[in-house]
């Protein structure tokens, strides 16, 4: 029976496939929505000596609301590290820890607005998956990307190293180029052509530098999302609305008219688990 209980919970906590499961996610965003704003609000002087000690009183009220429910889901789960290392679990204890850490150190509170990260939960509950799946897709071609991306920024690094010390050769301190960094910073800012403004060439020969930058910027513009576009398009995979999270193994990733865990093979229903 203790078994069940602790599946049921899962399936409660973890995943919005049912009615249950989705009532518990809208009310766990409708905390975060109000812990937020309370950090928020109590920030303003003004709120915050108009309600005095409400909001503390409030933020200590959520904060333990959200410990409660972090710990319960280290309880239901089969492997409570897996849970606790993924991004969620990481998400859901930097929620938790600024207000204890608020005890030690003035300031920390703040670092609750972190809360905000939580609202990601909402496509679960609206079965907006596939912005998930577009977002693990994302995720997954940057790293697929990062060597070639990595080997572009090198590429980068090399040209405006260059070009900046060339201007700073051209033009040099009367100009404002007063030193090769200063020159480099300048190449950074107009090769991304951003153009703050504060130091320019001056000389025929800096600014046909100058517009050498500017031509390479919008040249090489485009180059990291073409490798991670193409990466996205490779690792592309058939989308799913399913939001069941097996409590074995803590695997998320099921087709919709999955009754078992494709990684693990165990039931990820309760009344298939009592039928085994």
């Known amino acids: 029976m203790k078994k069940l209980t602790r599946q049921r919970l ?27 704003l309370i950090v928020i609000l109590d920030s303003v002087q003004s709120f915050k000596e108009a309600v005095k000690n409400t909001f503390y009183i409030l933020e200590w009220i959520f904060t333990i609301i959200f410990t409660i429910e972090y710990v319960t889901r280290i309880y239901v789960t089969r492997k409570p590290l897996k849970y606790i290392f993924s991004f969620y679990g990481l998400i859901d204890l930097l929620a938790i820890v600024p207000t204890y850490l608020s005890l030690l150190f003035i300031g920390a509170k703040t670092m609750v607005v972190i809360r905000i990260i939580r609202l990601l939960r909402v496509f679960r509950i609206l079965k907006l998956m596939q912005f998930m799946r577009a977002t693990e897709y994302l995720v997954a071609s940057i790293k697929r990307s990062q060597y070639k991306i990595l080997v572009f920024m090198m590429f980068i690094s090399l040209i405006v190293v260059v070009l900046g010390s060339l201007v700073y050769l051209v033009e040099g301190p009367e100009h404002g180029f007063n030193s090769i960094p200063k020159s480099i910073y300048w190449a950074i800012v107009t090769l991304t052509t951003v153009g703050y ?67 693990c093979g165990r039931a990820l229903h309760e009344d298939e688990e009592k039928k085994i």
């Open 10 to 36: 899962h399936e409660i906590i973890f995943e919005a496939d049912t009615k249950a499961g989705k009532i518990f996610d809208e009310f766990l965003l409708v905390f975060i929505l109000l812990s937020v």
């Open 197 to 263: 403004g504060d130091i320019s060439p001056q000389t025929v020969a800096g600014q046909a530098i100058a517009s050498i930058v500017m031509l390479i910027g919008y040249a090489i513009i485009a180059v990291p999302t073409g490798i991670i576009t193409s990466e996205l398009i490779q690792g592309h995979k058939s989308k799913s609305t399913n939001t069941q999270v097996c409590h074995h193994c803590h695997d998320s990733d099921h087709v919709d008219d999955a009754h078992f865990c494709k990684t």
